[in-house]
């Protein structure tokens, strides 16, 4: 299909692990989310792409986050030496420009445990 | 900074009845949007309906509407004739007009009894 896909769609890790995480946003969308989801928990933004302009990061929550999106199209978020905090569902959500006029798609997400 | 609050952790209602979901939130802005996302079992989130602040009509999407009080900052869902395939959790999502992204609640569990 077309929709935004993520791999993997689990990934289980030991405690002070790298680990890497993909996600595939729909073709032409030029907006790219990552948002985190803790067990029972809302969603936590965590950084923003936008077309060639500097991403907004004002969500990674430490160093050891980081995430790239190349080409303007996939984008990888890593998180080196692993905490057991970390463990979340990691979504992925694109749109086609901004996330008011066009809705944001998302894809099903990476369920990370770290043991 | 801006906040959403869903008080409603969990709710249910019989197929067919009629539901509201609540959420509040806090905001300094004139120019904003507000959203009901839906995250069935499969976690991939659907949007269910959009308002814009400047509208003073609520949105309404065949069974999905909204009751959009500005002056309260209440943006309640109601889903009418409630069905099976309803069932999922239930945010609320902010977003202001200069900004990049949205700040969304904690969720609502809807749960459907047949």
């Known amino acids: 299909g077309a929709g935004v896909s993520q791999s993997p769609s689990n990934k289980v890790t030991e405690k002070g692990k790298d680990v890497e995480l993909r996600c595939d946003p729909i073709?032409?969308?030029?907006?790219l989310y990552w948002y985190r989801q803790s067990l029972g928990q809302g969603l936590e933004f965590l950084i923003y792409f936008q077309g060639n302009s500097a991403p907004d990061k004002s969500g990674l929550p430490s160093d050891r986050f980081s995430a790239e999106r190349t080409g303007g199209s996939v984008s990888t978020l890593t998180i080196q030496r692993t905490q057991q905090e970390d463990s979340a569902v990691y979504l992925c959500a694109s749109t086609r420009s901004g996330p008011y006029n066009s809705p944001l798609h998302f894809g099903n997400g990476t369920r990370l445990t770290v043991t | 900074a801006q906040t959403v609050t869903q008080s409603q952790p969990e709710m249910s209602v019989q197929e067919a009845e009629t539901v509201t979901l609540s959420c509040t939130y806090d905001?300094?802005?004139?120019?904003?949007?507000l959203f009901w996302y839906k995250q069935p079992p499969s976690r991939q989130m659907i949007l269910v309906i959009r308002q814009e602040a400047y509208k003073q009509q609520n949105a309404t999407e065949n069974r999905f509407s909204v009751n959009f009080q500005k002056a309260a900052k209440s943006f309640s869902l109601k889903i009418s004739d409630s069905q099976l395939g309803d069932a999922a959790m239930y945010f609320c999502a902010y977003g202001y007009n200069a900004g990049n992204m949205l700040t969304f609640g904690g969720g609502t569990r809807l749960m459907v009894k047949p």
């Open positions: 073709s032409g969308h030029t907006a």
């Open positions: 905001t300094s802005e004139s120019d904003y949007y």
